[in-house]
T-cell receptor, first 114, second 115 residues
């Protein structure tokens, strides 16, 4: 069974600084997709970034980038120039090509200090 | 329009009540999902509809009954719920269930309280 582990229940970052959220996963599949979702307090969940396992290049979306290490089964999210609006619960998630569902990690609460 | 809407935003119901949650999307997506989310926990998948047919039921109790009347609408009928069913119920949709098109768009959720 696929599992996703987020080992940091909470993280804090100073505004304008950089923070990295970690995620590891376990799978025997070779084709799969990884996602980071952001859920701000009392607001809806939105997709931050996605990574296809067959792509070696790390995905980037503006201030958000990932460090995808396929052999190590690691998928960390780096947020640069952190802003107050980045404060949220961040979920790492995994979807397998021929699987049936999105598997979420436990989540990391990110607090941004001004 | 990249929006999934859910109504109502909040719902309080007694254990003997019957109520329904509604979800709507107009993105032409053919996969729709119901999740249950407890506070500070990840969403737990309940049901998946693919092309208006139920394709996954994650062993959800029968007091939860999903319905997909058409490709844009998803309902969750609630009957004889228990206090432990109190949670945020999220609806999501995606183009379909193939991974390459599986970016899921989430609604804001319905906050359900069962008394």
């Amino acid at each position: 069974a696929q599992t996703v582990t987020q080992s940091q229940p909470e993280m804090s970052v100073q505004e304008a600084e950089t923070v990295t959220l970690s995620c590891t996963y376990d799978t025997s599949e070779s084709d799969y997709y990884l996602f980071w979702y952001k859920q701000p307090p009392s607001r809806q969940m939105i997709l931050v970034i996605r990574q296809e396992a067959y792509k070696q290049q790390n995905a980037t979306e503006n201030r958000f980038s990932v460090n995808f290490q396929k052999a190590a089964k690691s998928f960390s999210l780096k947020i640069s120039d952190s802003q107050l609006g980045d404060a949220a619960m961040y979920f790492c998630a995994y979807w397998v090509e021929y699987g049936n569902k999105l598997v979420f990690g436990a989540g990391t609460i990110l607090r941004v200090k001004s | 329009d990249t929006e999934v809407t859910q109504t109502p935003k909040h719902l309080v119901m007694g254990m003997t009540n019957k109520k329904s949650l509604k979800c709507e999307q107009h993105m032409g997506h053919r996969a729709m999902y119901w999740y249950k989310q407890k506070a500070k926990k990840p969403p737990e998948l309940m049901f998946v509809y693919s092309y208006e047919k139920l394709s996954i039921n994650e062993s959800v109790p029968s007091r939860f009954s999903p319905e997909c009347p058409n490709s844009s609408l998803l309902n969750l009928h609630l009957h004889a719920l228990q206090p432990e069913d109190s949670a945020l119920y999220l609806c999501a949709s995606s183009q379909d269930r193939a991974a390459v098109r599986n970016e899921q768009f989430f609604g804001p959720g319905t906050r359900l309280t069962v008394l």
